[in-house]
């Protein structure tokens, strides 16, 4: 095979004015698109009325109070959308490396971003990939554990490719760059990263109370405005009616109060370890019906252990770790050469050499001396091994191997180059010993758990055997059954990194809210896709951004931990909103009657204002009760939540009404009433004609029969 000779100058240059530098590119909505999309809701359009209609009254201390909290919403909105990009920037400055790049038929060192398809690199230890490289030349250990969450390192050689964001732990290689940019495995994590965002189900929560409210304003508008205009109210008193019913109608402390309870829930769960980056996914945890779960370091511990091994002839079990102990050294920290080395730990005899392990040669070989005698060990894959011993690998290996186990052959010569298999040792990473009981926890609460692995559909179903998963084991290419009538299965197996983004959306699709933990940067879109992102212990920095919620200790118990502080956050927020709703209801309703039936303004707009910071703002200390995390999974029901509070604030109405009856007869003068009336509201009550007589003080009305109080105003 020719050696590639590289592209010149000249072909790189056209290249990059063509596809662009190796960065993954920004796509940042400018300020005042941002600023007009949070302008245009329901919330912000009641609050803008009141705005307007404050300012028509020249009620500017008013005004300029509502726009304040307006403008708050407002910045608190732009700031979590900032957060959720700080993600792609970590992604990219990743990608501020140099390359050894062949150009111009001479190997040159160059930044990364002017890397392009086509391009001859060169890797070695140490280094960080700047691009996806189909390799032609040498063998390399990839740690892409940034990537896949996967502690071991890969083989990567000749005709392999090696992604973007991989890091070589050992060996040197020559590829050609396939793809630069967003184009590749990582640049196309990051624009996923960017692009995916988990459903705002809170904010739709709170858009449908508002609905309700706007439709009771609206209503109520109609028939005070006709009344008004009915009777010739001047138009300022059309406009104060209509200010201080908007002003009982706006929920402007809501978004404040739910975001309070998840604070102080948040500042709870930071004292277990438990850190929050997005205050939405602590309500959204409380509703989580479906929580994916990364098998690797979550069920299992995440590093290897010697789980099993197999004999040949009469070598013991202790034997054979001594001899695999041999072939082995604490200072590659390879992590099968530790998991070995922690089984056994014994010296067999003096160590002459060692040579690590090679992946061209797929095994590592020492030279000891044992009774005076010099003689070889290996360990390593176990074709290879038996190869070197001129025999076939053990009958156990496919036993072992099918548990998901990884294998080595282990061998010994006689000091004259003669080889003989000892055995098999079996690696595994073995289940958490709390998995099972905490998985078991988590069904008591409701929540439908799914391993997600890429292990082979066989490793995975018997790993969810150890820790009593039960259901079905379906394969990444089955995705399309994942949201079946027969409800989610047990496990996903074989799935690529693609494929947890996917398989997030699939069950949001058919109504779930799920919760997703990784730990990788593969993980991230999963992580940012999911209303309940947990990044794991030791999770990457793009993983934890992504994320709604990072964990600091491993295993499960934590994730316990928030779904019963997120269920106490719900119950709290749920108990503030039917608070709200019942004032919502009662203040507008008793505003209208007020006019309707006894002329009279009940609130000035100023008293509304007082009214509003008494009700909305002192009502949120609430969100600090004291209170019981459900069962099940929480969910929002609007429509109850609005009638049990149309049913509170019926008898609350009708006191509310009494007490302002009474206040009309005791006190016929009183009450605040707009310029326009000029009349005494009790005047003619026990007329037989059930007319009123309006009284002196109303020009030109004086001794008239009229059917309502409002009838009595100045011509």
Partial sequence: ??????????????????????????????????LLRKLWAPVPWMLEATIILE?????????????????LNTALGIIQERRAEAAVDLLRTRLEINARVLRDGTWTLLPASRVVPGDVIHIRVGDFVPADVALHAGTVMVDQSALTGESMPVSR??????????????????????????????????????????????EHIVLRIVRVFIGVDVVLAVVGTTHLAAAGAPITDVISYAVILLLASVPVAMPAAFALAGALGAKHLATMGILTTRLTALQDAASMSVLCIDKTGTLTENRLAVNAVATIGATGREELLRWASLASDASTQDPIDLAILAADGTAAGDRLSFTPFDPSTKRSQATVVRDGRTIGVAKGAPHVI?????????????????????????????????????????????????????????????????????????????????????????????????????????????????????????????????????????????????????AMEGATDVAKSAAGVVLVRGGLADIVGLIEESRRIHQRSLTYALNVSVKKLEVPLLLTVGVLSFGQLVFTPLLMALLLLANDVVSMMITTDKAAYSQKPNTWNVGRTIAGALVVATPMLGASLALLWASVQMWPGGGHRPAAYGYLPDAGLQQPDHHLRCPHGAAGMEGRAVPVVGSCLRP
């Fill in 1 to 34: 095979m020719q050696e590639p000779r590289g592209l010149s100058s000249a072909q790189a240059t056209r290249l990059l004015e063509t596809i662009g530098p190796n960065s993954v590119p920004l796509k940042r909505t400018r300020l005042p698109v941002r």
């Fill in 55 to 71: 300012f028509a009254l020249a009620k500017w201390l008013d005004a300029l109070i509502i726009l304040a909290v307006l403008s």
């Fill in 157 to 202: 050689g000749p005709a392999s490719p090696v992604y973007s964001g991989a890091t070589v732990s050992r060996g040197e290689a020559s590829g050609t760059v396939t793809a630069t940019g967003a184009a590749t495995y990582f640049g196309k994590t990051a624009e996923l990263v960017g692009s995916s965002a988990p459903t705002a189900h809170l």
């Fill in 386 to 534: 038996a190869a070197m011993a001129g025999e076939q690998p053990p009958p156990e290996l496919s036993s072992l191997a099918s548990g998901g186990a990884r294998v080595l052959a282990v061998a010994v010569d006689d000091g004259e180059g003669i080889w003989r298999q000892l055995g098999l040792v079996a690696l595994a990473d073995r289940v958490r010993p709390e998995a099972a009981g905490l998985l078991t926890r988590l069904a008591e609460l409701g929540i439908r758990v799914i391993m997600v692995t890429g292990d082979s559909a066989a490793t995975a179903a018997a790993v969810a055997a150890q820790v009593g998963l039960e259901g079905s084991v379906i394969r990444a290419d089955g995705l399309a059954t994942l949201a079946g009538d027969d409800g989610p299965p047990a496990v996903v197996a074989e799935v690529l990194p693609q494929d947890k983004h996917r398989i997030v959306q699939i069950l949001q699709g058919s109504g779930h809210v799920v919760g997703m933990t990784g730990d990788g940067v593969n993980d991230a879109p999963a992580l940012r896709q999911a209303e309940a992102g947990i």
